[in-house]
């Protein structure tokens, strides 16, 4: 249950993330590279133990797009939404001249969902807009999204928000996602993101699922590498 990948930094771009946690955020893989990313959701206690595990990959393309890949959901219990994606995520900045260190972007986003459990293919879409906050740099993200079955469990949209605050500069920072309903990204999330280099990244996070119906909390853990 996790999403493409984003950013955090458009200023710095090989310290981008690539995702906040699952969201789709608003940063680009730079045009050339590649961006390759583990996600791990664990819960070891009782009851509800589990663990799954999602891998991102990422490559440039320029003019502010890249191309992505995920799997999604191999781990145990076995999820019936165990599935790959393939597609883009574009996000231009929009008054770049007038306004640059707001840096307001409208990301778009599209995902062809391939489902492993024999349900057929799906999708995943999303659009949302961006900007950071003067002074505090904070960044805000608010927007929606459609998905199927095949990913989400059933045919759904809703909305999403995301929350970022730089806390030590670029190395680390505050991060905060939620994707509103009941479906199995129904979680808000809030964890730190550490990049110790500029090649590297490190997330650990907490999950709260909206309802009950949506899952169990559990531990959210990344490690991201540029090359």
């Not at 890249?66 to 191999?74: G, K, L």
């Not at 574009?90 to 409208?106: A, D, W």
Request: glycine share 10%.
């Amino acid at each position: 249950m996790r999403v493409l990948a984003f950013g955090l930094f458009a200023c710095l771009p090989l310290l981008s993330q690539q995702a906040i946690v699952n969201m789709p955020s608003a940063d680009i893989t730079p045009k050339g590279k590649n961006f390759l990313m583990h996600e791990t959701q664990w819960r070891w206690w009782n009851p509800g133990t589990y663990w799954y595990g999602t891998n991102f990959y990422c490559y440039g393309l320029g003019h502010a797009t890249e191309f992505a890949v995920t799997t999604y959901n191999a781990g145990t219990p076995e999820a019936p939404n165990l599935a790959s994606g393939v597609g883009f995520k574009s996000s231009p900045q929009l008054f770049s001249k007038s306004h640059p260190e707001r840096e307001i972007k409208l990301t778009v986003g599209q995902m062809a969902i391939v489902s492993h459990r024999s349900q057929g293919l799906g999708s995943f879409s999303y659009a949302h807009l961006s900007f950071r906050l003067p002074k505090t740099h904070t960044r805000l993200t608010g927007g929606g999204w459609a998905g199927t079955r095949q990913l989400f469990k059933k045919n759904t949209a809703n909305v999403l928000a995301g929350i970022e605050q730089p806390i030590w500069g670029e190395k680390l920072v505050a991060v905060n996602e939620w994707f509103r309903g009941e479906h199995d990204f129904g979680f808000f999330v809030t964890g730190l993101l550490y990049h110790p280099s500029k090649r590297h990244m490190f997330v650990a996070a907490y999950k709260i699922p909206n309802r009950a119906v949506n899952g169990k909390p559990g531990i959210v853990l990344e490690y991201g590498i540029f090359f």
